[in-house]
Every structure is written in structure tokens, then in C-alpha cells.
């Protein structure tokens, strides 16, 4: 599976626009994942799908399906089966408008939040995680349950979401003593 850098993601996103505005249409799309860490935070060189939310449904499939086919992507480069971890508590970034598209994010914090619940082990989240803590300068691991309890919704709070984040705030602050040191 080839990876998605984020000038590739961009001309996809064109293409999508030109799509929708020659059969008259508009659409949405709010990504997050590893995604929105590529296009809006520059944390990452490239993501292997495009995690997101996107209106309207049934066009947008007919248009990815048809992208995939004519670009040899796979057929899921952009999915929307992170939906379930995307709550009304996240608060979206507008980050681009073309004539017929509108792409949008979660924000750093419902990112973080996302990420710490998602609590994958042998995936990027770890690391996205420990990126967004030192873009959001948390200080205290307080703030970041502050910041779950906030986003989510109580059955994303599982005990493995607990330890994963006292995993990554324990990471964090050694990676920022270690850059205090040099």
C-alpha cells in the first residue's frame, strides 16, 4: 500500500473539487488521523489513507471509487471508519475551500484526544500523540484526561486508553528532558 504525501492528498482533494463541481455539486470533508497530521500540521511526510467524515455520502463513494480505480490507489484511500471516534464535543478548523469542497479538521486537542482513546499499539498514535503534546505544551497529565474527558465520550475512556496515555505522557516528558538537555 502506497503512502499519501501531503502535495499528493492536496491534488486529490482538486480532483475531488473538479469532480463535484462538474456534476453540480458540493461536498464536505473533515479529516483527521494522519491525514490532518501530514496537510495541517506538517508531523508527518505522508499517511497511508485519508481518515475522515465526508457529505455527500453516496456521490463521495462513487467519486473515491472512481480515484482509486484511475490513480491505482486502494480502494479505501479514503475512508470514513474512523466515524466512531469523531464526537459533537470536537471542534473543526476550516483549513481549505475550493469551488465545490470544503475540507476541514479536528482540532489539535480533539486529534490528541482521538489518538490517546484509539490506543493502538504497532500504529503512528504513540508518536502523533507525543507531537500534539508538545505542539499543545501539556504540562501536567491531568490536562490530558481534561482534554479526553472533554472530546470523547465516556465508552471511548476504556482502561486501555488510561494506560496508553500515562504511556505517552511518560514518553513525552522524557523526550522533553532529553531536549533540555542538549
Do not use: C
Amino acid at each position: 500500500m502506497a503512502k499519501l504525501s501531503k502535495n499528493e492528498i492536496l491534488a486529490l482533494f482538486e480532483e475531488i473539487n473538479y469532480r463535484l463541481a462538474s456534476s453540480n455539486k458540493h461536498g464536505e470533508i473533515l479529516i483527521v488521523g494522519g491525514a490532518a497530521l501530514t496537510v495541517m500540521f506538517n508531523a508527518r511526510n505522508s499517511t497511508y489513507d485519508i481518515d475522515a467524515i465526508f457529505q455527500p455520502k453516496e456521490d463521495m463513494r462513487k467519486i473515491i471509487k472512481s480515484i482509486a480505480n484511475e490513480h491505482d490507489l486502494h480502494q479505501d484511500w479514503l475512508n470514513d471508519g474512523v466515524k466512531g471516534f469523531i464526537t459533537d464535543k470536537m471542534k473543526t478548523e476550516k483549513y481549505l475551500s475550493y469551488s465545490n469542497l470544503t475540507v476541514s479538521s479536528v482540532d489539535a486537542k480533539g486529534l490528541l484526544a482521538m489518538k490517546l482513546t484509539a490506543a493502538r499499539n504497532l500504529t503512528n498514535d504513540m508518536k502523533d500523540s507525543i507531537f500534539l503534546m508538545k505542539m499543545l505544551n501539556i504540562q501536567r497529565v491531568e490536562e490530558l484526561f481534561e482534554i479526553i474527558n472533554d472530546y470523547t465520550y465516556p465508552n471511548q475512556q476504556t482502561i486501555q486508553a488510561k494506560y496508553f496515555t500515562l504511556d505517552a505522557f511518560e514518553k513525552y516528558q522524557l523526550e522533553i528532558t532529553h531536549n533540555r538537555k542538549r
